[in-house]
């Protein structure tokens, strides 16, 4: 089943294009996770030039880049962005997020359920779940739990209704986002409310779909925390806050019913989310109330992230960068020629900054920040 929204930025939409052309939907819902000839069973293909294919995350792992996106490509730098090199990866899904809470350990996320795991710092990949064992995660939970089948949880008809849904539908739901707080304790999100832990790096995983209420079934696009707060925005203006690790989650009233598909907590318990329609707003109380942004385009955020001068950048789909300072409600552009839309910014060693996007890898010297006011 395609997540439908005419609204959706173009991130969402390249992954979801990229999905259709890697399987027949129809029958993909069918299928089973271990089928020969699936993506989950076909390694990734290694391609020259892989850092100009479509990428769509990127993190800093110690001093080196790794960024992940179409068919399953990991590609990572370890001199600024200048010269990539491509991961070995078991699978040809398409890869919507990556994260290493440790210079060698880190974790990767996307279709058909899919998390991945490196322990040598994102040149070697293995699997650890997939859509099919998320499903059946999930309905071990629900047949264990003890609030009422009609309680709102997920989706109508109750939780335990979906969740014999998702083993029903097959492995092909997509992880769009995946947070660790450290080498051990991590998190994934995705459509139509999915939501897993670990609390051991990986080994097992548990689902966490019961501890927030959802019970329009909403896709959730991102996630984000520190030792404090956590946070989970997506579809309809959906936000989900916990103050306790993960482990309980209130829903927040959302400022705007626009899609959001990102969210950074900085370690100052700052908040920042953004979405559809340049709509963005921040949180000076760890994400119980929002401020808006002054955002002068209506052009999707779909990426925010900090960098070490303390400026907030976000990542856009007209293929623009905009900063503001952590305390202001205005932002501005940053002095770049225009490009493909862009889905992820990080910052490079070096200070310079690197972008991802529809075509590949960007760089911007660290002279187009340095006087950023």
Same mark, same amino acid.
């Given at each position: ?19 259709? !052309? ?29 850092? %100009? ?42 890869? %919507? ?111 966490? #779909? ?20 956590? !946070? ?43 979405? #559809? ?58 002095? #770049? ?37």
């Amino acid at each position: 089943m395609l997540i439908c929204s005419n609204t959706l930025s173009v991130r969402r939409f390249i992954l979801l294009i990229v999905f259709a !052309l890697l399987i027949d939907f129809a029958g993909a819902s069918r299928c089973q996770a271990a089928e020969v000839g699936t993506p989950l069973s076909i390694p990734a293909i290694l391609i020259d030039s892989p850092e %100009t294919s479509i990428l769509i995350d990127a993190t800093r792992a110690g001093q080196r880049v790794v960024a992940v996106g179409e068919r399953g490509i990991i590609v990572f730098s370890d001199d600024n962005g200048g010269t990539w090199r491509q991961a070995k990866v078991p699978v040809s899904v398409t890869l %919507t997020a990556v994260a290493f809470p440790t210079p060698q350990k880190g974790w990767a996320t996307g279709h058909w359920g899919v998390v991945l795991h490196s322990k040598d710092g994102g040149e070697t990949w293995q699997v650890q779940l997939d859509g099919r064992a998320a499903a059946a995660l999930e309905l071990k939970a629900a047949e264990a739990e003890t609030i009422p089948l009609e309680s709102p949880v997920v989706g109508d008809g109750g939780r335990l209704t979906a969740a014999r849904w998702l083993v029903e539908d097959g492995p092909d739901k997509p992880f769009m986002d995946l947070y660790f707080m450290n080498d051990k304790q991590g998190f994934v999100v995705g459509a139509y409310g999915l939501f897993f832990g670990t609390e051991d790096g990986g080994e097992t995983w548990h689902s966490c #779909m019961g501890r927030v209420e959802n019970p329009a079934g909403s896709h959730f696009y991102a996630i984000d925390g520190n030792t404090k707060t956590l !946070l989970i925005v997506g579809e309809r203006g959906f936000i989900a806050r916990s103050a306790d690790d993960g482990r309980n989650f209130k829903i927040v009233p959302s400022p705007a019913k626009a899609t959001f598909f990102a969210v950074h907590v900085t370690s100052a318990n700052h908040v920042f989310v953004g979405g #559809m329609e340049g709509k963005a707003f921040r949180s000076d109380d760890s994400g119980v109330t929002f401020l808006p942004i002054k955002f002068p385009l209506q052009t999707s955020v779909n990426a925010i992230q900090k960098i070490a001068n303390g400026r907030i950048l976000y990542a856009t789909q007209n293929g623009r960068l905009f900063t503001s300072s952590g305390g202001s409600d205005l932002v501005t552009p940053l002095k #770049m020629p225009p490009g493909a839309p862009l889905t992820s910014v990080v910052q490079s060693p070096d200070g310079s900054l690197l972008t991802v996007g529809l075509a590949g890898v960007g760089s911007i010297p660290s002279t187009a920040t340095a006087n950023t006011k």
